[in-house]
C-alpha cells in the first residue's frame, strides 16, 4: 500500500515554467502550443528555442515534454544541460532526479533530490520522493528520516504521513505508525490508504474487533481491486 508514485509528474514542471511576455519567439509559441495541446508542435517550436539559447526553462519544458512522450532518455539530457546552466535551479535538479529515480536510477536520483534539497531546505516534495528512493533501496531508517523530513517541512502532506506509517510499520514501531496514519486520515478522512494502514495497526497489536471497524471503512472507499479481495480475506479469516 506505498505510495511509489514520485510527486511533481512532469507536467507540474511545465506549469510552473510557463508564461512569458513580449515579442512571441519559439519559446513562447512552443508554450503557447503546449497549452492548447499541440504536444507535436509545441516540441517542434522548444526545440527551435533550444538551438537559440538553451535556457534553463527551455531545456527543462522540452525534458519534461519528451519525457512524457517516453523520450526519456533525450530528457535526461536536457535535464543535465538544465542544471548545467544553471546549477541553482531547484526545479532543474528535481526533474532530473524524477526522471533518473523512474529509470531507476537510483544513485543519481538521490544525488539529484539531495541538491534540490540544499537548495530548498523546506522542499518537502524532494524529501518524500527520496524517502521513496531509499525505500526501494530498502534502506528504511533513511525513508523514515526523509518522510519525517517531509511532514516537518509540510504538516499536511498526506501522502508522507502514509508512507511514514508503513515504513513505521515494517520496522515494527506499531504506535507510531498509527499516529502517522490518524494523521493523514485527519488531514484527508477519504484517504484509503491511511485507513488501510490504520486498520492494520490493529490488526498487528492483535485488536481484531478495531481493525474490523477500519476494514469496513476501507472498503467503503475501496469496494473493488487486489486490496479490496485482501481485506474480505482477512475479515473471512477472523470470522473461523
Known amino acids: 500500500m506505498l505510495k511509489t508514485t514520485y510527486l511533481a509528474a ?16 519559439p519559446y513562447e509559441k512552443g508554450m503557447a502550443y503546449y ?40 530528457a535526461i539530457t536536457l535535464f543535465c544541460k538544465a542544471v ?38 523546506q522542499d518537502a516534495e524532494s524529501c518524500f520522493n527520496l524517502a521513496l528512493v531509499y525505500h526501494r533501496r530498502e534502506e528504511l531508517d533513511r525513508s523514515i528520516a526523509y518522510n519525517e523530513m517531509a511532514v516537518a517541512r509540510d504538516p499536511r502532506f498526506v501522502e508522507a504521513y502514509v508512507n511514514l506509517g508503513f515504513d513505521y510499520v515494517e520496522q515494527g514501531m506499531v504506535d507510531r ?44 472507499l475501496e469496494p473493488k481491486g487486489t486490496w479490496a479481495y485482501k481485506v474480505r480475506e482477512r475479515m473471512e479469516e477472523d470470522k473461523s
Not at 512532469?10 to 519567439?25: H, K, Q, S, V, Y
Open 35 to 74: 497549452r492548447s495541446g499541440e504536444i507535436g508542435k509545441a516540441i517542434l517550436e522548444l526545440k527551435k528555442a533550444a538551438e537559440q539559447d538553451s535556457t534553463m526553462e527551455v531545456c527543462t519544458n522540452l525534458g519534461a515534454m519528451l519525457y512524457n512522450e517516453e523520450k526519456a532518455k533525450d
Open 177 to 220: 505508525a498509527r499516529t502517522s496514519f490518524e494523521k493523514a486520515v485527519e488531514i484527508n478522512p477519504q484517504c484509503a490508504n491511511a485507513i488501510y494502514g490504520v486498520a492494520l495497526t490493529y490488526e498487528e497489536k492483535g485488536q481484531r474487533e478495531e481493525g474490523r471497524v477500519w476494514w469496513r471503512k476501507y472498503l467503503k
Open 84 to 121: 548545467e546552466v544553471d546549477p541553482s535551479s531547484v526545479v532543474g535538479h528535481r526533474s532530473l532526479a524524477f526522471a533518473y529515480a523512474e529509470k531507476g536510477v537510483l544513485n543519481r536520483a538521490i544525488r539529484e533530490y539531495e541538491a534540490a534539497i540544499r537548495l530548498d531546505p
Open 10 to 25: 512532469m507536467g507540474i514542471f511545465l506549469a510552473l515554467l510557463m508564461g512569458c511576455g513580449g515579442e512571441e519567439g
